[in-house]
């Protein structure tokens, strides 16, 4: 049973002082699905997103990611266990070309060491150059074209910011893919084309991917699962339709922040 | 272009170094312009006087100023990594001096060789210079700044003053306060002469080593893995986590990298100046640090560009004869451009203007 | 520079901290500590109410010169069984350098000074080494309550001290309370500058460049010696100054290069960066038989040989006064084979003799007192040693004796060796104070 389970959070809390951001909260994804997470702003869906990263360590409760319990675990061994995200502020390596950036997505998955950083030996310089080619491959594959790979991070636009975010986050080659709001700032168009991406990424790539999202047609559309958060506790689950359904979302949520 | 370690995200948190931030009214740049100009023209004059004298000085000065560069850049990893300013940097420096010291001269008897068995010693004292100044630097991160990652700015900094003291204070426990010295390492025979002035083998030995050194550095920090990790890490180092990077290494390797070329540096100093002493980089480390910040601090090619602009400096101050202020005023004219540069493009040469910030 | 002036607080607060430990392992002599000197200053030597004191640099490259006259001057007090007329006296030899600079250190000097002021006993200083320290301790106890401390230098230098010399209020500003406390006994300046331009002329020298460490002794020097170089008709290509902290001077020598000089003299102190400045102008202008070499008494030094090694072969030093090792008169003659026998050395440093001769400068102005400090002060002017250690001299009206023999040495196989002494004639000396 447990099996199907690839993440499996039990009684997760989190405070910040006396702010309860995350309310023991009990919360499971299967693996190969697409789950939304939703709530109004100031929820805690971010804070949620960062205890199963590892940027924050839960008060109380325990994770457990692929079978491991994942609290405590720095947050680069969680990555290479297979945990990618996004940003919901864009947080690129500005001064990086896309390319650049992609590349350092495939640290954890590169393995020559700090010598052999400094003596580049052709074994090196072919692991570079093998690097450099699943990296482009990354990019179109997220929709970038290849002239923007040479620019620098921050002087792309915003719709190809956030390619090379995912881009990046698909980099590490996770299991689990966390992306925090990520049509926030697109058009209507943009927006279905990236649900159309979101579904043949999973199919491609066997991913199992964890949404934030506020717009609800995107929800409705991609995810085979919602769990609804307001003032860190979980209100609501079930598919999009019970959720959607459901009185007490629709007064803590929906009531508040229109669906667009 | 490319080598910068820092980002342009990031120059809002950092401390700009701009003493007049928006001062760029077209009187100052006609200032900016003028003076320029005038410095133009005094080397140009200076060169026209006594073109042999000025060539000389010219080669002078990039064999200091390459010395320089390699110290510059160990200020400028740490700087764009930590936001720290790593005082001891300038006393692993010294370091790197004293232990080819020992190891070249006192062990190896290297003044008592030449031709390939110099080489040979030369080059084990380089390595081990540059391995102990590396694991030194790291050991000085893991020991003093790890844990004040977090803390308050001003601790770090203490602690970096705290550390230059401990690690030049060791030094004149090991090797005491006076100088070591010794004969010429390097053949000084004339590789070619000006005006009946000799160009020395020596000098060009230094760039030999000096060059590759800062060209593979760069490419170690622009195309390996852990020199992306290292730069990713300097410009965000919780997105630098999440793509499963170990920061804490990463930041011991801007150490290690820093610190080996310190060492290379204080290698580079014995073997061609031949003499050390415990308060060397005290000066070395003080021109070395303005030179990163001159460049544009965390930018690596303006750390290596500062440098070689302060070795020229220093030497067209002293070399040139032609209504030239004296050596006396070097440090003076150093903190001059300094501020000047720093009115003028607060970023440093090379680093992010103001007007491309976001 | 602030830059330059944070560099040294740090330093100093560095050096504070090594001298602690020093101090704090230093051996006792004997006796206590006398009450209001600084830890700088030894345990007390010898026994009685009064206190004499030396001053000099006790680390660093001056260490080995200086102890010899602190031994000199307790060898001179043990033959008097530390009684100088009706006074018996202790004495203390106090430091004034810092391990971390390796030389004088002004603070330090300050910090002496005053705490001298604060012991009403005290007779008298022999002391300093460095006339910059001299220029800082002088003033001080010249207004210490009861009469100005005597002081008696071995081996200050510098004509302003006792003289005018050109700057502005020397040597008024030495003395504010009109009182005159301070003689020396080495030979000033303007002598060995005046010696140092005779002996280029003497070796068919022309064209001379000169180079200074800009400190008050150097550039002193430096200046003595430009005027009576012209004075003698010799061309002074320049007189610049050499920047102690640089890390090497090839444009430097490469600027002078473009001059043809024959002849470099060097005015200032090996401790500044001195073996660097010797290698490169060997390296850049060839050794010293191509183009001369000659340096002030700051060089006479064992590290000069040791910094600089072969590049230093065949440079010229100069020193103020005689070799001690070739004293010739029968007083000097005896002090040498005493101080031997006492020490178990054989080489005298340069200025051991002097400092014998200091404290005897002294000890005959105390004699003659009625044992106030205002009284030796008055006689320690216009003395008469006609059976001296250093020779026959009298101390002049502004304290200053009235040799002015200076020797010029040559490196050698790494020694510093004496070569002949030259005495320039007393208008050559006026010439060079200007
Ligand atoms: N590091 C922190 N320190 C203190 N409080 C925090 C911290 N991080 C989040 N919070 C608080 O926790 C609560 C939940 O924040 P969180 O960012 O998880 O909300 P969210 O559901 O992602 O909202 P939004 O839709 O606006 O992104 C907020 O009240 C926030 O202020
Ligand atoms: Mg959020």
Redesign the pocket.
Known sequence: MTDELLVDARSVRKE??G?V?CNDIDFTVERGSIVSLI??????????FNMLTGSYTPTAGEIVFDGRDIVGLPQHKITALGIGRTF?NIRLFGAMTALENVLVGMHARLDSGLFRSLFRTPLQRREERQGRAQARELLAYCGLSPRAERQYARHLAYGDQRRVEIARALATDPKLLLLD?PTAGMNPRETNAFVDFVRKAREDRGLTVLL?E?DMRVVVQVSERVTV?DY?EKIAEGTPDEVTADERVRSAYLGTKPVA | MGTSVGTAAETSRRPSFALVPRLRSRAVAVVGILLLALVAFWLVENAVHDIRQFALVSLNGITNGSIYALVAIGYTLVYGILELINFAHGDVFSWGAMITYSVAISWLGASGHSGIALFGILAVGLVCAALFCATLNMAVERVAYRRLRNAPRLAPLITAIGMSFVLSNLIAVVYGFNYVSSEPLLPRGALFTIGGQAYGWDKLIVLLITVPTLVSLMIVVKRTRWGKAMRATAQNRDAARLMGIDVDRAIAFAFGLGGALAGIGGFVYLVYFTQGRFDLGFRIGLFAFTAAVLGGIGNILGAALGGYLIGFIENYNSGLTWHAPGPSWTESLVFILLILILVFRPHGLLGESLSTRS | MSMRKLGSILLLAGATAVLATAAASAGPLSGKRIAGLPNTCSKPVGHGKYVIASDFPLQGSLRPLSVQMVEAVKLELKKMHYKIGKYSVQFVSCDDSTAAKGSWDPQTCTNNANSYKSVTNLLGVIGTYNSGCAEIIAPIINRAPGGGIPMVSPANTYVGLTKKSGVAGEPQKYFPTGKRNYARVAVPDNFQGAADALYLKHRHIKRVYVLNDAEAYGLGIANNFVRAAKKLGLTVLGNSKWDASQPNYQSLYQGIASKHPQAIFLAGIVSNNGGQLIKDKVSVLGNNTKVLLLASDGFNDSATPKDAGNSAAGMFITIGGSDPNKLSNPTGRAFVKAFRKAYHVKHLEAYTAYAGQALLVLAHAINKSDGSRLSIDKHLFKQKFPKGIIGSFKIDSSGDPSLGGVTVDVVKHGNIKAVTTVNPPLSLAKAALG
């Open positions: 910040f002082g702010l951001a709530g109004p702003n100031g929820a805690g869906k971010t804070t949620f919901q709001e934030i506020h958060l860190g």
